[in-house]
DNA sequence: TTGTATGCGTTATCAC
DNA sequence: GTGATAACGCATACAA
């Protein structure tokens, strides 16, 4: 009796078949009432519950989604894992988590492994531009995928929730420019990432747009062997017309705030400073980043909700969803023109 | 055909038993190669790949675990997470993650469930101390479930790996007090907890061995209706002797930070902070946060490797585990007698 | 209202 | 070496 009971012991014990149980279990209508009643009791004696992976079996149904995420550690990520979890239990789905960027494995690989236990939908969260691999797998393969916050590049049949980064960029570049910023340096994540892409040509738009050159030797992108901290010191110290910086990240933009702090500059008094993503932290009063919301929250329940209902088939595929980025002015910048 | 294929469908179109598929599908010694060859050309054509639902049922494992995290949003949690997954999946294993603060289910149903999706073992992140309805589930559940970060007061039988809390704040204290601060704020978050309860404890007593006064007046624990922030400031402006405050958590030193900032105390010459918990982002250069290191790392390693042991039986149970705290110095506290 | 038989997609135990 | 056949723990069609 140390094994965990199944039906059967239950049914036993009632003196009913091992359908009435699984009838009382599922709340079927027309149970007599007092067999209910036996079946309940056996239940409660035995503390039986029902087995979820024999039900996932016949009933063809697991209730479980995966969610893929390229770094648990970056605080954008456990932020709209968060808000992912949230809204799946609120619907009881369980959620198996796996991460996406991991060496020794692809990401067709892990999406893979997924299907293979049967998870109902995928929510991947960090997808490169190109991956044909991931392409291939996705045509072949049966359940949905739901890409989040970034995208593959030809996407003509693939499902995602994204802000607009292109725009994003422009309203952190406007709000740069209004401010009567000039130099504005620009410090990019991979450009592999369709968030980094776009985010890019925003800031090459907006200069354009505004009369203003692009001058490659304000642009960096992060690197094994280069990073944003580095490259924000070497520039404070020998560009001082440099007055702005905007960071593809907040993470990055942290790393600026503290080049400021070593070179003894002011922020925003002689640097100003700009993020995106609005991640928790940077509205934390001793940090108070400028930055474009990626609204976290948002995507993330659209994400869920939407998955669900290609899973349910309640909706046309594509789901193809760009929401509006928003421009968080806090104190890393300053807003002349808005101070007025 | 748009099914997904089974191995009956890989039997047929190869010529073979089912059987013999499952065979070559688990690398049985004794299969002829041509056999062997027909099977694999048929998986291949067809895109078979086993229903691991199907296998888990009848091998009675799941290769699955679950974990339980406060919040995500959470940096130590989300950190600690992300050091979980990596780990399981090095042994492939999934693991389902669920939050355990949610307000609607209780810790001990959230394990109920995860037991009823017959993961083989859990692991808690978050416990309150005194949960009488869970440590009555613990010892009815035959699955092992491991506590880690925090722990249940009376943990006789559970398994838990923690750091020495109590040390830990020792070792903050006697770092300022070394330092000469004699009057040193503190702030806690909520008591419920085995962490804060110790390190509160480790407080006090720093203060008893080094013949300094208790004063209730320099204590804090945060609440819903008061913020650390708002009692730092207060502190600090009204009790100028205050040259230090030990936070219980790197979160809480982040907000006393921004209290300084906001009554123009410089840190560390005007005050010190030291916090708990060694969050990525207290080793930033621009926050630099001097602290108390939980090695979240080996936690977690330790975590999953006992977790797979007790699933295994391979070890004896209770495993309770207490890791030595690390001090952690950087520049938001003074050492002065360091410096000599 | 209840029970019997069957099947979900595998692995395990026998035979041959 | 290989193939029937019986589990695994449930839900479901069909009978009664």
Redo the contacts with the bound molecule.
Sequence with gaps: MS??P???DVAKLA?????????V??N?????P???EKVLEAIEKLG????EI??S????KTNTIGLIVGNLANPFYSETAQAILNEASKVDYDVIMMEGDSNNISLSEVIGKLINRRVEGVVVASVKRNDDELTKVLTEKSIPVIFFNRTLDHAVNTNYIVVDNLKGSKLAMEHLIQSGHKKIAYITGWQGYSTFNDRFLGYKQALAENNLAYDGNLVFEVNPKGSALDFSMDLLRNNPDVTAFFASTDSIALEILEAASRCNKRVPEDVSVIGFDNINISSNPYVKLTTVSQRKEEMSVLALTNLLKLINKEVETPVQITLEPELIVRGTTTAKDRNL
Tied chains: 1, 2.
């Design positions: 094994q965990r199944n039906a059967y003196g009913v078949s091992q359908t009435t149980v699984s009838r279990l599922n079927f209508p027309h149970v007599r007092t067999t209910k039986f519950e029902p087995d024999a039900r079996l016949v009933k063809k």
